[in-house]
């Protein structure tokens, strides 16, 4: 067994577990049908409530290329930040255990980003989103292979992948552990989680490429537990993530390019459409006037009236709607509008789809 476990294995894969017992197996194993022979899971258990880490701490007893390891917190970031003290490979891939690659996939996205010299690789994903209807749809997330040699090659077609949704989260991709260390990331909520991490990571990057193929397959975000508490931090937390973006996009000098500022811009109005839904949704039991309150902060803020102002073309029919009581400052039609769109429309109202979440 010993002879298994290499000094340095050529990627980690980080999987994050909560409550998916039903799931975690298909997940690891989709790991092992790679056909790498040099690799380590490092899968961590964040207080699941089921059987998950029972089931993980088993297969690790009988392959000790399983790393398991327990949080007692259920948030991403400080299960990420718990792989990453423990990772060891060249490689890193993110993952959660409701997710699995496609056979042999992994291995060939391996091939393309060493044979590359990439800092990072972007791979295809098949999303899942559920209907209202407790049906799922499924969309591919791919762009044409391709490799982008220069600093202003990336920056210039980057608008491509935030339009997708594909920078914002950690998943389909494969990052390099030395950059990394090097840069000193970690994720951390305050700083915009997953999307604060990719954007330090990517701020001044040389190779960037892009591996068309679908190779890790996503199966429906589950909405963040929010507490009582975390409803009125919804706002900030909004105004967080559009003001990395613009930090960002004035360091490679595009917050003049029109193009680019749509993007980011239609982006943060789905998050405050998808945020008032939350607010408005029967899930959250706050008293009638704290949700009024939250939804005035919502909708009030300097970047919101803006971006509703001047956002031409809102990818999602929801937001579209949404825009006229922002614009209008109508805090009732805001509210009224979002409880309509969450009836008819589910819990993604707002987001195209619901990798947005992970964001």
């Not at 614009?327 to 619901?354: E, Y």
């Amino acid at each position: 067994m010993a002879s298994m476990r290499v000094r340095t294995p050529l990627i980690s894969v980080v999987v994050r577990v909560r409550d998916h017992a039903e799931s975690i197996q298909r997940a690891l194993e989709s790991v092992f049908a790679q056909g790498l022979d040099s690799f380590e899971v490092v899968a961590v258990d964040c207080a699941s409530r089921d059987r998950s880490a029972d089931i993980v701490g088993k297969l690790s007893e009988r392959d000790i290329r399983i790393d398991c390891l327990h949080s007692d917190t259920p948030s991403a970031s400080a299960a990420y930040n718990l792989a990453l003290a423990h990772a060891r490979g060249t490689y890193i891939a993110f993952i959660d255990g409701a997710s699995w690659f496609a056979p042999h996939a992994l291995g060939d996205a391996l091939d393309f980003m060493q044979d590359s010299h990439l800092d990072l690789l972007l791979f295809g994903m098949s999303v899942d989103s559920p209907k209202v209807d407790g049906s799922v749809f499924s969309k591919e997330l791919s762009e044409p292979t391709q490799v982008f040699v220069s600093q202003h090659e990336f920056r210039s077609n980057a608008w491509h992948l935030f339009e997708a949704g594909q920078m914002a989260v950690v998943s389909g991709k494969l990052f390099v552990r030395e950059r990394i260390e090097l840069l000193g990331l970690r994720f951390d909520e305050t700083s915009c989680g997953e999307q604060g991490f990719m954007a330090r990571y990517v701020r001044d990057i040389e190779r960037v490429g892009v591996f068309g193929a679908v190779t890790v397959h996503v199966p429906p975000a589950t909405m963040p537990e929010l507490g009582q508490g975390d409803y009125a931090t919804l706002p900030a937390r909004c105004d967080r993530h559009f003001e990395l973006m613009l930090d960002l996009y004035h360091h490679w000098g595009l917050d003049g390019d029109p193009v680019s500022m749509d993007v980011i811009r239609n982006r943060y109005l789905e998050r405050v459409v998808a945020c008032i839904g939350s607010v408005c949704s029967p899930a959250c039991d706050l008293p009638p006037e704290e949700k009024h309150r939250i939804v005035v902060d919502l909708i009030g803020s300097e970047h919101v009236r803006l971006a509703a102002s001047v956002t031409k073309r809102p990818r999602s029919m929801v937001v579209s709607a949404m825009s006229i009581p922002i614009k209008a400052q109508n805090v009732r039609l805001a509210m009224g509008g979002a409880a309509v769109m969450t009836r008819l429309f589910g819990a993604d109202a707002g987001l195209p789809l619901s990798l947005d979440r992970r964001a």
